[in-house]
Every structure is written in C-alpha cells, then in structure tokens.
C-alpha cells in the first residue's frame, strides 16, 4: 500500500514538473515578444512624449500597459478658510495626504 501511494505520488510529480517545464517555456516565449513590442513602442512614443510634454497643467498623458493615464492629477482639498481651528484643519490635512 504504502509503494502504490509512493508510486503515485511520483507519477503526479513527474507531470507537475512536466508541467512547471512547458509553463517556464510559454512565460520565457511571451516575455521575448513583449520586449521586442515594448522595443517597438519605445521608438514610436517618444515622439509622441514630446508633444505631450509641451502641455500645460498637466494635459499631457504617460502611456503605461494598462492604458493611458493622466501625467498629473489634481487633487480636491479645501483651503484653510482662516475661520476654524488652524490644528484641526492640519490634521485633516495630514490625514488627506
């Protein structure tokens, strides 16, 4: 009993490690392509970079693989209106940033 469950504990590791083998293959296969890609949009965007960079404000975008996002985000904070509590208004402060 104890050699048939050895034995297939064997068989099931042999073909997780078959398996683990054609895994590492396809992950070496797609990061080749995507470096060759990422190459290519290197060589493309930096033109487009340059022309999205001259935008003020922060209307350019940065492309990331996710999409495009925006360069600068403008954050909405109140002002310190000079009316309340100075420290109140740093604590919030603080725990808005």
Not at 13 to 28: G, P, R, V, Y
Not at 59 to 76: H, N, S, W
Request: hydrophobic share 35%; net charge negative; aromatic share 10%.
């Amino acid at each position: 009993m104890l050699q048939e469950s050895q034995a297939v504990n064997e068989a099931r590791f042999a073909q997780m490690e078959a398996q683990f083998l054609n895994l590492s293959k396809q992950l070496q296969e797609l990061l080749a392509v995507s470096n060759t890609s990422r190459g290519k949009e290197t060589a493309t965007s930096s033109s487009s970079q340059s022309t999205s960079a001259n935008k003020p404000d922060g209307e350019g975008f940065v492309g990331t693989r996710a999409g495009m996002i925006p360069k600068y985000t403008k954050l909405d904070f109140p002002p310190y209106n000079g009316n309340d509590d100075p420290l109140i208004w740093l604590h919030s402060f603080n725990q808005f940033f």
